[in-house]
């Protein structure tokens, strides 16, 4: 089945320990993009990939790292975590460039991370 | 710049109709929509592409004025399955090439029995 796969879907951490969210894709997709939601804000993109070693700053991306060394996976690292941080936070893929017409994103389950 | 989403929210019967609306200061090449349920990723519903072109979807369908820079989502005969929040994404410019598409804060549709 083609999906896109995040774990945990459920994280409780304290503020200051460093942590990853997976994301895995099985449709050898090129684009890969990680979006936190929050009330009243909906989906804010934090970093994106264009494709392996390709990575680029959304526009949310401060305390935020990715990396992208195959193309499946895109984890995101939240390397000091801070209570702001707390959101829905889901991977998403698409074919190509998310603007294409045939390129529509594909999004994880979700992540709900809470900071303490 | 996020693009505005109006109503935010909607309640309203089964059978009965709802227009949700998107519009944006800038240009747009592009508007995607995308339906999320509660609890659940968002899911593809269309996308429009400069031009005006109106498409459909079952009952869901959706017009794009780029002169106005705004698109429209029509859910005509509300079914319970349409709940959940609607989301634009937009793609501003003129090449059709952008690397990222700005959602709207998404519009809440509450369907009744």
């Known amino acids: 089945e083609a999906q896109v796969t995040q774990n945990p879907r459920y994280l409780i951490t304290v503020t200051g320990k460093k942590l990853t969210v997976t994301c895995s894709q099985n449709?050898?997709?090129?684009?890969m993009s990680w979006y936190r939601q929050d009330p009243g804000l909906g989906l804010r993109q934090i970093y994106y990939?264009?494709?392996?070693?390709?990575?680029d700053k959304g526009d949310v991306p401060e305390g935020y790292k990715v990396s992208r060394k195959e193309k499946r996976n895109f984890p995101l690292i939240l390397e000091s975590p801070s209570p702001n941080q707390t959101s829905l936070y889901f991977c998403?893929?698409?074919?190509?460039?998310?603007?294409?017409?045939?390129?529509?994103?594909?999004f994880g389950n979700g992540t709900r991370l809470t900071v303490t | 710049q996020q693009p505005v989403q109006s109503p935010q929210a909607v309640i309203l019967r089964e059978g009965e109709d709802a227009v949700i609306n998107c519009s944006s200061s800038?240009?747009?090449?592009?508007v995607h929509w995308y339906r999320q349920k509660h609890g659940e990723a968002p899911v593809f519903l269309m996308i429009?592409?400069?031009?005006?072109e109106q498409k459909g979807h079952e009952k869901i369908s959706a017009s794009f004025n780029e002169k106005k820079q705004q698109s429209s989502l029509y859910l005509t005969a509300s079914q319970l399955s349409y709940s959940g929040t609607y989301f634009c994404?937009?793609?501003?410019?003129?090449?059709?090439?952008?690397?990222?598409?700005?959602f709207g804060s998404g519009t809440q549709l509450t369907v009744l029995p």
């Open positions: 998403a893929s698409s074919l190509g460039l998310p603007s294409s017409y045939n390129s529509p994103l594909h």
């Open positions: 994404g937009t793609e501003d410019g003129f090449s059709g090439s952008a690397r990222q598409l700005t």
């Open positions: 990939s264009m494709n392996v070693e390709v990575t």
């Open positions: 800038k240009a747009l090449y592009s």
């Open positions: 429009l592409l400069k031009g005006g």
């Open positions: 449709m050898n997709h090129e684009y």
